[in-house]
């Protein structure tokens, strides 16, 4: 009998053994701004590890906790006949957050394990208080140690995750920090082998020590109640570590005049409702955000947040029950002009900035979550957002080991974001090949989604059958019937025909759904301009676009809205052209140095179009 063919329950077995050893997202804090916060943002000094000589001896076995060659203890002698084969000092250090591709050439298409090493002092407010470590993401695989002592494992390149740090661990003085970072690639992880774009390896995003009370609300979810029946009423839940019994939850809206209590039932958790009836809605044109505190009489943490509804109805989706269409852009977590993975306040503020210069209500964060101030500045900024997990072309769907670690990067990308008022969709998956098992998979994804918000939308980006008759080209994968919107990715003209094509071309789905494409584009690269006949130019991409638009105004009426690729060019090395691309995604509007191609204002002249027409 083989692996494949063996009960489910003999899988559970190391699945159950991963989670236990790894950082669950049923721990995660939420709302870190929020917090009293530490950054160990900065310089970490690094150690390159190809073999992985810290981790594993020389017969290639797990080093012990004490073993002094491990790269996790310290690498000072204790006098002069302690032999170190490993040492970290300021001739070699990291920028984080920051990947390490885009800090030194020697890094620029390193995949493997880097150790990193950071120095602190800390003292907590008081004794009895708890302290974590808390990473925005690393890029993949993350073992953790403090002062010697292991605190956990993470895997998921784009997710958040923390491990409270024991108190007898922790010291005033001269504490060391060790993260073993690998951004290797795998056929059993989630992404795969095979992606179109970048594999960036490093700690990519804030790192932080957060202090909370012993008893501290760990985590919340406060939306607006679906469906919204006209009586707009707050609802979501709260969670407070080590609570009392009857142990009181008190939510506070100064703006709204709302204050009310609540208590937390055995498990710790507090089902709030709340009467709002002069709540201001959160929209495209007026992003309402309120001031919402929570308080027990230990803990206190506050946050803006929005309330909106969106849902389906019939072949429209309507935002605070008005139809809504999307004029949209995909965006990679990337700042072209520097070749770097985005992680500022700056790197945000820019993609969204050129996003609504565009014109667009709505961007589609590909293909994996991005950093959390993407999604914070949508919110005040009244932009839309589709979030994604990189379950992406083919992984191995028949894997239930495989399953888990998608299903907990899903759990991991909404628990954090799950009270921004932005996000209307959360997406399972890009271009997955069509198979009774892949969609039994994706179905179970999309459930999870479901189960963890029913507030939102469900979708993923369906495979497309371009062989129909008559030029009618049918959305028919089967995970359609288990979406709320049918998502699909087209790029007639490009990788198929040219952009004429267009011109005879018609789209349809047979579930009776709202229809809305993903992703369409063409390359050009940036300042090379041609007849618009001749692929890679400026004038080619101008043309694809001039026909992509034209064909999309006689989409049919359950035709919601785009997300072409993609907002700006970004690295991948599939693309291997030796004089057009050179390890580079050209498909984007904005090029490798952040100047505008000619398609932009043909897309752009298109919303503005749409924008009108909705208005």
Same mark, same amino acid.
């Given at each position: ?101 885009? %800090?030194?050439? @020697?890094?620029?298409? $390193?995949? &493997?394990? !880097?150790? #990193? /090493? ?8 008081? %004794?009895?208080? @708890?302290?974590?470590? $808390?990473? &925005?993401? !690393?890029? #993949? /695989? ?474």
């Amino acid at each position: 009998m083989t692996k494949q063919n063996l009960p489910f329950r003999w899988w559970l077995l190391p699945v159950l053994v991963l989670m236990h050893l790894s950082a669950s997202s049923a721990d995660l804090l939420t709302n870190i701004p929020g917090r009293k916060t530490t950054s160990l943002n900065g310089k970490w000094q690094y150690i390159i590890d190809i073999y992985e000589t810290g981790f594993y001896d020389y017969r290639y076995k797990e080093r012990a906790e004490d073993d002094p060659e491990a790269y996790w203890n310290t690498d000072v002698p204790a006098n002069s006949l302690d032999r170190k084969e490993h040492g970290y000092n300021d001739k070699y250090t990291l920028n984080v957050p920051g990947d390490w591709n885009s %800090q030194a050439d @020697k890094f620029l298409y $390193y995949e &493997g394990s !880097v150790w #990193y /090493k950071k120095s602190f002092d800390y003292k907590k407010s008081n %004794q009895n208080n @708890k302290l974590y470590v $808390y990473f &925005g993401a !690393v890029s #993949y /695989k993350a073992d953790v140690y403090l002062n010697g002592k292991k605190l956990g494992a993470h895997k998921g390149a784009f997710s958040p995750f923390n491990f409270e740090i024991p108190a007898a661990l922790l010291k005033e003085k001269d504490n060391f920090l060790v993260v073993k970072v690998d951004n290797k690639r795998y056929a059993d992880e989630i992404p795969t082998l095979n992606t179109d774009w970048w594999n960036y390896g490093g700690i990519i995003r804030d790192v932080c020590l957060v202090e909370v009370p012993n008893q501290f609300i760990s985590n919340y979810f406060i939306q607006l109640a679906k469906p919204n029946t006209g009586v707009n009423s707050i609802s979501g839940w709260i969670e407070v570590k080590n609570a009392t019994a009857n142990q009181e939850v008190v939510v506070d809206i100064p703006e709204l005049k709302i204050s009310q209590k609540f208590i937390v039932n055995a498990t710790g958790r507090a089902t709030v409702k709340i009467n709002a009836p002069k709540l201001t809605l959160w929209s495209l044109e007026n992003p309402k955000l309120y001031q919402v505190n929570i308080s027990t009489s230990a803990d206190k943490v506050s946050e803006k947040i929005g309330f909106r509804t969106i849902e389906v109805q019939g072949e429209k989706i309507l935002l605070n029950n008005k139809p809504v269409f999307f004029r949209g852009i995909s965006i990679h977590s990337e700042i072209p002009d520097e070749g770097r993975r985005a992680n500022t306040q700056k790197d945000a503020e820019k993609l969204l900035g050129w996003a609504r210069e565009l014109g667009c209500n709505m961007v589609r964060l590909a293909h994996y979550p991005h950093d959390e101030k993407m999604t914070r500045l949508a919110d005040s900024l009244g932009l839309l957002v589709w979030s994604e997990i990189p379950v992406y072309w083919t992984i191995d769907f028949k894997s239930q080991e495989v399953f888990e670690k998608a299903k907990t990067q899903l759990d991991e990308m909404i628990d954090r974001d799950k009270n921004r008022a932005s996000i209307i969709i959360w997406s399972v998956g890009n271009e997955t090949p069509v198979s009774e098992t892949r969609t039994l998979f994706m179905k179970n994804l999309l459930q999870e989604a479901r189960k963890q918000d029913p507030t939102r939308l469900v979708s993923a980006a369906l495979e497309v059958n371009y062989h129909s008759e008559e030029n009618m080209r049918w959305i028919d994968d089967p995970l359609g019937a288990y979406v709320d919107v049918v998502s699909f990715n087209q790029y007639l003209g490009w990788y198929g025909g040219t952009p004429e094509s267009c011109r005879t071309a018609n789209w349809g789905t047979h579930y009776k759904k709202p229809l809305f494409i993903s992703e369409t584009g063409a390359e050009a690269v940036g300042g090379y301009h041609a007849d618009a006949k001749q692929l890679w130019s400026e004038e080619f991409q101008e043309w694809y676009y001039q026909e992509q638009v034209a064909m999309l105004k006689r989409m049919p009426a359950n035709f919601v809205g785009i997300s072409p690729w993609l907002l700006a060019d970004f690295r991948s090395p599939r693309r291997n052209n030796p004089i057009y691309q050179q390890g580079w995604n050209n498909k984007g509007l904005f090029d490798q140095k952040g100047e505008k191609k000619k398609a932009f204002y043909v897309l752009k002249a298109y919303y503005d179009e749409l924008a009108k027409k909705y208005k």
